[in-house]
T-cell receptor, first 114, second 114 residues
Framework: AQKVTQAQTEISVVEKEDVTLDCVYETRDTTYYLFWYKQPPSGELVFLIRRNSFDEQNEISGRYSWNFQKSTSSFNFTITASQVVDSAVYFCALSSGATNKLIFGTGTLLAVQP | DTGVSQDPRHKITKRGQNVTFRCDPISEHNRLYWYRQTLGQGPEFLTYFQNEAQLEKSRLLSDRFSAERPKGSFSTLEIQRTEQGDSAMYLC????????????FGPGTRLTVL
């Protein structure tokens, strides 16, 4: 069975703090893809990043960075110098198989206080 | 670029009524997905289309639910004899062919069944 676990339900930080959102996944497939999506209060899911199972290279994009570790089945997301506009629910997701449907975690609500 | 659009954005209906939602994917995307999201949860997969063919349906999709994509472009999701438990956000997503491509989501249709 495939599963994504986001153990942190809510995180509250003060602006300019760094914050890491955890994601642990389970799959028996050898080829799979991992994603992070942001869902701001407006409700629309916004794609942030995709990694495939063969590429463990970490990635940095501006204030965002992602740490993919197959050994621990984790795909963590760090926001450096957080801003109020980062406040949202963040979802980690997994896809594999013929249809590549997304299996989402339950999300982490990030609140960045000014 | 025109993103994924969904109509209506909100629907309030009485229990037992039928409702239909529409999704217009990004024009060059031949893969289309429907998901359902309830409060505090991540989206859950409902069904998947490749062009006009419906290739996978979740067990969540009871007999009261039907989805179509008649010409491989827009899609409709119909719920017959709505129940209060159907109240949720219904999300549509589309992507290009090829396994690695990320899904882009529409703004969703929020259904409230009274």
């Amino acid at each position: 069975a495939q599963k994504v676990t986001q153990a942190q339900t809510e995180i509250s930080v003060v602006e300019k703090e760094d914050v890491t959102l955890d994601c642990v996944y389970e799959t028996r497939d050898t080829t799979y893809y991992l994603f992070w999506y942001k869902q701001p209060p407006s409700g629309e899911l916004v794609f942030l990043i995709r990694r495939n199972s063969f590429d463990e290279q970490n990635e940095i994009s501006g204030r965002y960075s992602w740490n993919f570790q197959k050994s621990t089945s984790s795909f963590n997301f760090t926001i450096t110098a957080s801003q109020v506009v980062d406040s949202a629910v963040y979802f980690c997701a997994l896809s594999s198989g013929a249809t590549n449907k997304l299996i989402f975690g339950t999300g982490t609500l990030l609140a960045v206080q000014p | 670029d025109t993103g994924v659009s969904q109509d209506p954005r909100h629907k309030i209906t009485k229990r037992g009524q039928n409702v239909t939602f529409r999704c217009d994917p990004i024009s060059e995307h031949n893969r289309l997905y429907w998901y359902r999201q309830t409060l505090g949860q991540g989206p859950e997969f409902l069904t998947y289309f490749q062009n006009e063919a419906q290739l996978e349906k979740s067990r969540l999709l009871s007999d009261r639910f039907s989805a179509e994509r008649p010409k491989g472009s827009f899609s409709t999701l119909e719920i017959q004899r709505t129940e209060q438990g159907d109240s949720a956000m219904y999300l549509c997503a589309s992507r290009k062919g090829g396994r690695a491509n990320e899904q882009f989501f529409g703004p969703g249709t929020r259904l409230t069944v009274l």
